[in-house]
C-alpha cells in the first residue's frame, strides 16, 4: 500500500522549547494511525504542521505527495480537520454549521445538498438540525464537528484527541463512525491518550517529550524486546483491595514494575519468581486470589517505554529510587472498644467554626494578578510608555491660541496702499498669506475647498478713496464652519481695521475743521471701514462644527471595535484555526468579514446624518450621493483599520488597548476638536497619517460648504492612499498559519 503521509525528522521550535524533535514516520493509505503520547508532548503540533497551519522549523513532512512547507493550500483542499477543542460556531445551528463549511470548499448547491444528506445519515444528526451547536452536548458536538470535516469528501482526516471529554457511550459511537469511514478507503490520523483507543488503531506511534520512541502495529509492540525483557514475565493479579497491595508487590525483591489496571495488578517481575511466590505476599487471599501469566497490553507497552525514556533523560540510577508508595501501609486493626466516643468527646473533636477574614485570600490573589501582568508586555508598554508618550505629543501639539489662519488675498488694486494692507494682514500673528489669487473663481475656490480659512478682497478703488478722503470698504470673507478659528478672525480683522484707522487719523487734528475722511452721508468716518462677513455658520453656532466631525469620529469607533473584536474572538475561540486548515484564501477570508460590517457601518452611517440633520439642524449643502459614497470609503479604511489592529492583538484585552491607542490621536490630533495649523510641523506632519483628518475635511466641506468632490480632491486622495495602505499591510501581516 503506498504511503499518503511522510515525515523526515520534523522539528519545530517555540523559541528555545523545542515541541517536535525529529519526527520520522509513515503512513499508509486506508489506516487508521493512532499518535499517542501523554499532555504536552507535541502530537498537535504535529497534527498543525501536517494540516499546513504551522511552518517547520527543520525537517520535511508531505501529505499526499505535497510538501508541507510549500504546498499547504493544496493540501487544505483534500483533508479534513477535526481540532482537540470544539471550534464551530456556537451561535449558528446543526445546519448551518455544516452548510456554512460545504461553502467554504466550493461545494455546487446540488454537490453541498447530497453531502449534507449524507453527512446527516452518517452522523444520525437529523432531529438537531435546528439546534444551535453550543447547545449540544459533548458527544453531539463530536459528531457535528466530524460531520462539518467530511462535508468534502476528504482523503485524510486528522482528528486531534476527538474523544477528549466525552462519554464512553459517546467515545464507542464516536469510533464506530470512524471505523465506517476507514472502510470507505477514508485514512484518519489520531492522537489520544487514552489506551483503549491505540487499541482500536491499526498503527500506533508513541511519542514522549517530543520525540517519536516506537512506531508499529500494536501487536508487533507489545512483543518489542524491551517491553518484556528476556529473564521475565508479566502476570495479571486479581485481588480484592489492588491499590492497598500495590506497595507490597512494588517492594518485593525481583519485581521490576507493578502497575494498578482496573481492578488487577499488572507485574513485571524475574521469571525466577513463580506464581506461588507473588500469591505468598497475598496469603490471607490464597483462596480468592487469582494470578496467571498475561502478555502485555499497550499502556504496558507505553508505561515501560516512557520510563526507560524518562531514565535515558535522568542522572539518577533507578536501583537509588525508593518506591512510591501509593496508599499507606493498613495499620493493625482495633479493638471494637477502642472504636467507641463518647458523644461529649465527638462535641470536643469537632473543630469550632471558624469566622472568614475580611481579607481573606487578599495575598493569593494579589500576587496573582501581579504575575499576570508581568506576562502581559502589551499591559505593561499600555500602562507605562503609552501615556508618557501621549502626553509629551498632546502637551506640545494641543494648542487653543489660534494663530497662522490660512488666508487668501484678492487684490483689485494692486497699488502701494493695497500693498501696505497685504503687508498689515501678512504681518500679524492671527492670519498667514497662503496665496494671492487673480480671479473671482479661483478666491471662491480656495474657501469651498478648505484651503484658506479667511479671503481678503480689496477693492480696485481702494487707493482712489483713500487720496480723496473718502471712506473704503475692505471685505473680510471668514469660513464659520470653525467656530473657534472664525470667531478669532472675525475679531483680528475688526481690530485691524480699527488699528489702521487710527493711523491714518493721527495726521489730522481734532480742531481742524476739516476731518480724515467721511462716509457716504458726508458724515465723519474712519478712512478704513472692514467689512467681515461669516460663510456657512454666519451664527457661529458650535453644534455646526462639531457634530459633522462626530460623525466621523463615530463611525470609526463603531468599525475598528467591530472588526478587531470579530476577528480576535474567533482566534479565542479556536474557530480561526478551524478555518485556517480550510482551502479558503486570505483575501476571501478577510473581506467576508468585512463586507457584513461594511454594511452595517454604512447604515450606522445613514442614522447618525439624520440625527445630525433633524435633531441638531445642521443641513447638507453638498450632495448627499458624494457624501454617502466617500462615507463608505471611510467605513472600508475604519474597517482596515480593526483588521490591522487583529493582526496584532493575540486577546480581546489587547484589542481594547491597540484600538485605544489609535483613537485618541484621531480625536486629538485630526482637526475634530482642536485646529491642526496651530499644530508643531512635525505632529502637524504626522496628522496626514490620520485617516480621519481627511474625512472629517470631506465631512465639513460637503456638509458646511457645499463643497464638491473636486474642491476635496487632495482629501480623497490622502484618504484613499490610507485606507490602500492600510488594507495592504493587514492582509500582509494577515497569516493563514499559527505563530
Same mark, same amino acid.
Given at each position: 500500500?503506498?504511503?499518503?503521509?511522510?515525515?523526515?525528522?520534523?522539528?519545530?521550535?517555540?523559541?528555545?522549547?523545542?515541541?517536535?524533535?525529529?519526527?520520522?514516520?509513515?503512513?499508509?493509505?486506508?489506516?487508521?494511525?493512532?499518535? #499517542?503520547?501523554?499532555?504536552?508532548?507535541?502530537?498537535?503540533?504535529?497534527?498543525?504542521?501536517?494540516?499546513?497551519?504551522?511552518?517547520?522549523?527543520?525537517?520535511?513532512?508531505?501529505?499526499?505527495?505535497?510538501?508541507?512547507?510549500?504546498?499547504?493550500?493544496?493540501?487544505?483542499?483534500? &483533508?479534513?480537520?477535526?481540532? +482537540?477543542?470544539? %471550534?464551530?460556531?456556537?451561535?449558528?445551528?446543526?445546519?448551518?454549521?455544516?452548510?456554512?463549511?460545504?461553502?467554504?470548499?466550493?461545494?455546487?448547491?446540488?454537490?453541498?445538498?447530497?453531502?449534507?444528506?449524507?453527512?446527516?445519515?452518517?452522523?444520525?444528526?437529523?432531529?438537531?438540525?435546528?439546534?444551535?451547536?453550543?447547545?449540544?452536548?459533548?458527544?453531539?458536538?463530536?459528531?457535528?464537528?466530524?460531520?462539518?470535516?467530511? &462535508?468534502?469528501?476528504?482523503?485524510?482526516?486528522?482528528?486531534?484527541?476527538?474523544?477528549?471529554?466525552?462519554?464512553? =457511550?459517546?467515545?464507542?459511537?464516536?469510533?464506530?463512525?470512524?471505523?465506517?469511514?476507514?472502510?470507505?478507503?477514508?485514512?484518519?490520523?489520531?492522537?489520544?491518550?487514552?489506551?483503549?483507543?491505540?487499541?482500536?488503531?491499526?498503527?500506533?506511534?508513541? &511519542?514522549?517529550?517530543?520525540?517519536?520512541?516506537?512506531?508499529?502495529?500494536?501487536?508487533? $509492540?507489545?512483543?518489542?524486546?524491551? =517491553?518484556?525483557?528476556?529473564?521475565?514475565?508479566?502476570?495479571?493479579?486479581?485481588?480484592?483491595?489492588?491499590?492497598?497491595?500495590?506497595?507490597?508487590?512494588?517492594?518485593?525483591?525481583?519485581?521490576?514494575?507493578?502497575? *494498578?489496571?482496573?481492578?488487577?495488578?499488572?507485574?513485571?517481575?524475574? +521469571?525466577?519468581?513463580?506464581?506461588?511466590?507473588?500469591?505468598?505476599?497475598?496469603?490471607?487471599? /490464597?483462596?480468592?486470589?487469582?494470578?496467571?501469566?498475561?502478555?502485555?497490553?499497550?499502556?504496558?507497552?507505553?508505561?515501560?517505554?516512557?520510563?526507560?525514556?524518562?531514565?535515558?533523560?535522568?542522572?539518577?540510577?533507578? %536501583?537509588?529510587?525508593?518506591?512510591?508508595?501509593?496508599?499507606?501501609?493498613?495499620?493493625?486493626?482495633?479493638?471494637?472498644?477502642?472504636?467507641?466516643?463518647?458523644?461529649?468527646?465527638?462535641? /470536643?473533636?469537632?473543630?469550632?467554626?471558624t469566622r472568614a477574614s475580611l481579607m481573606a485570600g487578599f495575598w493569593a490573589i494579589l500576587v496573582k494578578e501581579f504575575s499576570h501582568v508581568r506576562r502581559e508586555p502589551a499591559t505593561l508598554l499600555f500602562v507605562f510608555a503609552v501615556p508618557v508618550l501621549?502626553?509629551?505629543?498632546?502637551?506640545?501639539?494641543?494648542?487653543?491660541?489660534?494663530?497662522?489662519?490660512?488666508?487668501?488675498?484678492?487684490?483689485?488694486?494692486?497699488?502701494?496702499?493695497?500693498?501696505?494692507?497685504?503687508?498689515?494682514?501678512?504681518?500679524?500673528?492671527?492670519?498667514?498669506?497662503?496665496?494671492?489669487?487673480?480671479?473671482?473663481?479661483?478666491?471662491?475656490?480656495?474657501?469651498?475647498?478648505?484651503?484658506?480659512?479667511?479671503?481678503?478682497?480689496?477693492?480696485?478703488?481702494?487707493?482712489?478713496?483713500?487720496?480723496?478722503?473718502?471712506?473704503?470698504?475692505?471685505?473680510?470673507?471668514?469660513?464659520?464652519?470653525?467656530?473657534?478659528?472664525?470667531?478669532?478672525?472675525?475679531?483680528?480683522?475688526?481690530?485691524?481695521?480699527?488699528?489702521?484707522?487710527?493711523?491714518?487719523?493721527?495726521?489730522?487734528?481734532?480742531?481742524?475743521?476739516?476731518?480724515?475722511?467721511?462716509?457716504?452721508?458726508?458724515?465723519?468716518?474712519?478712512?478704513?471701514?472692514?467689512?467681515?462677513?461669516? *460663510?456657512?455658520?454666519?451664527?457661529?453656532?458650535?453644534?455646526?462644527?462639531?457634530?459633522?466631525?462626530? =460623525?466621523?469620529?463615530?463611525?470609526?469607533?463603531?468599525?475598528?471595535?467591530?472588526?478587531?473584536?470579530?476577528?480576535?474572538?474567533?482566534?479565542?475561540?479556536?474557530? #480561526?484555526?478551524?478555518?485556517?486548515?480550510?482551502?479558503?484564501?486570505?483575501?476571501?477570508?478577510? #473581506?467576508?468579514?468585512?463586507?457584513?460590517?461594511?454594511?452595517?457601518?454604512?447604515?450606522?452611517?445613514?442614522?447618525?446624518?439624520?440625527?445630525?440633520?433633524?435633531?441638531?439642524?445642521?443641513?447638507?449643502?453638498?450632495?448627499?450621493?458624494?457624501?454617502?459614497? $466617500?462615507?463608505?470609503?471611510?467605513?472600508?479604511?475604519?474597517?482596515?483599520?480593526?483588521?490591522?489592529?487583529?493582526?496584532?492583538?493575540?486577546?480581546?484585552?489587547?484589542?481594547?488597548?491597540?484600538?485605544?491607542?489609535?483613537?485618541?490621536? %484621531?480625536? *486629538?490630533?485630526?482637526?475634530?476638536?482642536?485646529?491642526?495649523?496651530?499644530?508643531?510641523?512635525?505632529?502637524?506632519?504626522?496628522?496626514?497619517?490620520?485617516?480621519?483628518?481627511?474625512?472629517?475635511?470631506?465631512?465639513?466641506?460637503?456638509?458646511?460648504?457645499?463643497?464638491?468632490?473636486?474642491?476635496?480632491?487632495?482629501?480623497?486622495?490622502?484618504?484613499?492612499?490610507?485606507? &490602500?495602505?492600510?488594507?495592504?499591510?493587514?492582509?500582509?501581516?494577515?497569516?493563514?498559519?499559527?505563530?
Open positions: 500500500m503506498s504511503s499518503v503521509i511522510q515525515l523526515n525528522r520534523l522539528t519545530r521550535n517555540f523559541g528555545s522549547l523545542r515541541a517536535v524533535d525529529q519526527v520520522s514516520f509513515e503512513v499508509e493509505r486506508g489506516a487508521i494511525f493512532g499518535l #499517542l503520547g501523554p499532555n504536552g508532548s507535541g502530537k498537535s503540533t504535529i497534527i498543525r504542521m501536517l494540516c499546513g497551519v504551522l511552518q517547520p522549523t527543520g525537517g520535511s513532512a508531505h501529505v499526499l505527495g505535497f510538501d508541507v512547507a510549500h504546498d499547504a493550500e493544496q493540501i487544505k483542499r483534500q &483533508i479534513g480537520y477535526m481540532s +482537540q477543542s470544539f %471550534s464551530l460556531y456556537s451561535d449558528l445551528s446543526v445546519r448551518e454549521n455544516i452548510e456554512f463549511y460545504g461553502r467554504i470548499y466550493g461545494l455546487s448547491p446540488e454537490k453541498l445538498e447530497q453531502r449534507f444528506q449524507e453527512i446527516i445519515e452518517l452522523t444520525s444528526l437529523g432531529d438537531r438540525l435546528d439546534q444551535l451547536a453550543g447547545s449540544l452536548s459533548g458527544g453531539w458536538k463530536q459528531r457535528l464537528a466530524l460531520g462539518c470535516a467530511l &462535508i468534502h469528501e476528504p482523503q485524510v482526516l486528522f482528528l486531534d484527541e476527538p474523544t477528549a471529554g466525552i462519554d464512553p =457511550v459517546a467515545r464507542r459511537d464516536l469510533w464506530d463512525l470512524l471505523f465506517d469511514l476507514a472502510g470507505q478507503g477514508v485514512t484518519l490520523f489520531v492522537t489520544t491518550h487514552y489506551m483503549d483507543e491505540a487499541e482500536r488503531c491499526s498503527d500506533v506511534g508513541y &511519542i514522549y517529550d517530543s520525540r517519536l520512541i516506537v512506531c508499529g502495529k500494536p501487536d508487533e $509492540l507489545k512483543h518489542l524486546p524491551s =517491553v518484556t525483557p528476556e529473564g521475565t514475565a508479566r502476570f495479571e493479579i486479581e485481588t480484592v483491595d489492588p491499590a492497598t497491595k500495590l506497595a507490597t508487590f512494588r517492594e518485593l525483591d525481583g519485581v521490576q514494575d507493578a502497575t *494498578l489496571f482496573g481492578q488487577t495488578i499488572h507485574v513485571l517481575a524475574d +521469571q525466577r519468581l513463580s506464581e506461588t511466590d507473588l500469591l505468598q505476599q497475598i496469603e490471607e487471599e /490464597r483462596e480468592t486470589a487469582q494470578i496467571r501469566p498475561i502478555t502485555p497490553s499497550l499502556e504496558d507497552v507505553f508505561v515501560t517505554l516512557s520510563r526507560a525514556e524518562g531514565l535515558n533523560h535522568s542522572d539518577i540510577d533507578r %536501583s537509588t529510587q525508593t518506591p512510591v508508595e501509593v496508599c499507606p501501609k493498613p495499620t493493625s486493626p482495633k479493638s471494637p472498644e477502642s472504636e467507641i466516643v463518647s458523644e461529649d468527646q465527638l462535641i /470536643r473533636k469537632k473543630p469550632a467554626p501621549q502626553t509629551i505629543i498632546f502637551g506640545f501639539a494641543i494648542d487653543t491660541q489660534i494663530e497662522n489662519i490660512p488666508t487668501v488675498i484678492y487684490d483689485l488694486d494692486g497699488r502701494s496702499s493695497a500693498r501696505e494692507l497685504r503687508d498689515t494682514f501678512a504681518n500679524t500673528r492671527t492670519f498667514q498669506i497662503i496665496e494671492r489669487v487673480f480671479d473671482e473663481d479661483a478666491f471662491h475656490y480656495a474657501l469651498q475647498s478648505g484651503k484658506a480659512k479667511v479671503g481678503v478682497i480689496i477693492p480696485p478703488d481702494y487707493s482712489d478713496r483713500l487720496l480723496r478722503g473718502e471712506q473704503v470698504s475692505v471685505q473680510v470673507l471668514i469660513d464659520g464652519s470653525d467656530s473657534q478659528v472664525a470667531t478669532t478672525a472675525l475679531n483680528a480683522s475688526n481690530l485691524l481695521g480699527l488699528n489702521l484707522s487710527t493711523q491714518m487719523a493721527k495726521q489730522f487734528a481734532e480742531t481742524l475743521p476739516r476731518v480724515p475722511a467721511r462716509d457716504a452721508q458726508g458724515a465723519a468716518a474712519l478712512p478704513l471701514e472692514v467689512r467681515p462677513r461669516l *460663510l456657512y455658520n454666519p451664527d457661529l453656532e458650535s453644534s455646526h462644527f462639531f457634530v459633522p466631525g462626530l =460623525v466621523g469620529i463615530i463611525l470609526q469607533l463603531v468599525t475598528l471595535f467591530l472588526t478587531s473584536f470579530a476577528i480576535v474572538r474567533e482566534r479565542e475561540l479556536g474557530t #480561526l484555526e478551524q478555518l485556517f486548515v480550510t482551502p479558503v484564501s486570505k483575501s476571501g477570508l478577510m #473581506l467576508g468579514k468585512l463586507v457584513p460590517y461594511a454594511l452595517i457601518g454604512f447604515v450606522e452611517t445613514l442614522i447618525v446624518l439624520t440625527v445630525m440633520v433633524f435633531f441638531f439642524g445642521v443641513p447638507i449643502h453638498g450632495s448627499l450621493w458624494e457624501l454617502l459614497v $466617500l462615507s463608505l470609503l471611510f467605513l472600508v479604511c475604519g474597517l482596515g483599520l480593526g483588521m490591522l489592529v487583529s493582526t496584532v492583538s493575540r486577546t480581546q484585552l489587547q484589542a481594547v488597548q491597540f484600538a485605544f491607542l489609535i483613537m485618541l490621536p %484621531s480625536v *486629538l490630533l485630526s482637526g475634530f476638536m482642536f485646529p491642526r495649523s496651530q499644530m508643531p510641523l512635525p505632529i502637524y506632519l504626522f496628522t496626514f497619517i490620520i485617516p480621519v483628518t481627511y474625512f472629517l475635511e470631506i465631512l465639513r466641506g460637503i456638509v458646511l460648504r457645499g463643497a464638491d468632490i473636486t474642491d476635496l480632491l487632495p482629501h480623497i486622495a490622502g484618504l484613499t492612499l490610507c485606507c &490602500i495602505a492600510i488594507i495592504g499591510i493587514s492582509l500582509k501581516r494577515f497569516q493563514k498559519q499559527l505563530s
